[in-house]
């Protein structure tokens, strides 16, 4: 059998745009790092107009994740799922908040129907929205896929905080202006 | 900031188990190589009980998956998620099936929320399902997580035909072989 292994990066511009000493205190704070990652993604071309991060409840990003389906040919490669996997790679540990620490994912859009599972087992206190399903699927043709009826009650229900709407203006422009610029679906 | 990237790889094991040419027919045939790898990851203490592989039309395997959030510190690496990112780094497609041809998931047991998503987005045209989540949560302290209520009409009305119930039996002694060995459930 093919040997075959995964290997995803961030690309690099993204390591220089986060300053490790810099507090994100308010939602608002973090949901705006999410939102300027996902813009940086488009202008840059490195990916999809998504982007995450990954703080601790000193507000310090431990990980960030931009979308890099196309690049690296990986469905899973989701910008939740990159701050997830970065945030466990760089921690050590499968679930967050195994250290009895609180933690926070913020993302520019809600998540879709694979990140939002993924969600659930990454060791998250808290769930930080930007735009609506409704916002990704109205500004681009992204499917956001099959959620519980009760999405946020069973996050909620599993210990995890979950926050909508928080800059959703930006977090709309930021889509419209991928597809503006005729941006890749998928 | 930090760089980190992320490199999951599966247990050297699973590339000697797997015959390139061989076709893999039925679906039993192919739900028997999960469990099979299922039962091997435990054995050899390389991950979790659960295994998945993804096969062509053909029945000649794409490339299989099985369980590495503990070796990985990566709640992302459950069997499925391994099973479709190899598959795409094969195929260097982020779509399985962008190609025209059928793939099929097989897997040892249900997927849980995380491995559902992405079922949706991998580009399969047939899901073939061991052990029932049910199973999973009597025999094992895994959880599954929320689904949606008719998860598996959400898939068919996107293309993929669920089949579940394949070799349930066996499916269910590798789970109980599992927690009889004492494993660790997280």
Redesign the interface.
């Known amino acids: ?10 690309p ?1 511009w ?7 000493a810099a507090r994100f205190v308010s939602d608002e704070d973090k949901v705006a790092l999410a939102i300027r990652l996902s813009q940086r993604n488009v202008e840059l071309d490195t990916g999809g107009p998504f982007g995450a991060a990954v703080f601790d409840g000193d507000g310090r ?1 431990v ?2 994740g931009v979308n890099r ?2 690049q ?6 989701h910008a939740e ?2 701050a ?3 945030a ?8 967050l908040n195994d250290d009895g620490r609180r933690y926070s994912l913020a993302t520019s859009a809600q998540p ?7 969600s ?4 998250i206190d808290e769930l930080l929205i930007g735009a609506r399903s409704e916002d990704v699927e109205e500004l681009t043709e992204f499917d956001e ?5 009760d ?1 946020v009650g ?1 996050l909620e229900r599993r210990g995890i905080a979950v926050r909508r709407d928080i800059l959703r203006d930006d977090a709309r422009r930021a889509l419209a202006a991928y597809s503006a610029r005729g941006g890749l679906m ?1």
């Open positions: 059998m093919l040997y075959v292994q995964v290997h995803l990066t961030l690099a993204v390591h220089d745009e986060i300053d490790p990003v990980a960030a389906v196309v690296h040919n990986c469905s899973v490669a799922m990159m997830f996997m970065t466990q790679a760089r921690t050590q540990r499968f679930r879709c129907c694979q990140c939002y599972g993924a659930v087992w990454a060791g896929g099959p959620l519980p009826a999405w069973e998928y």
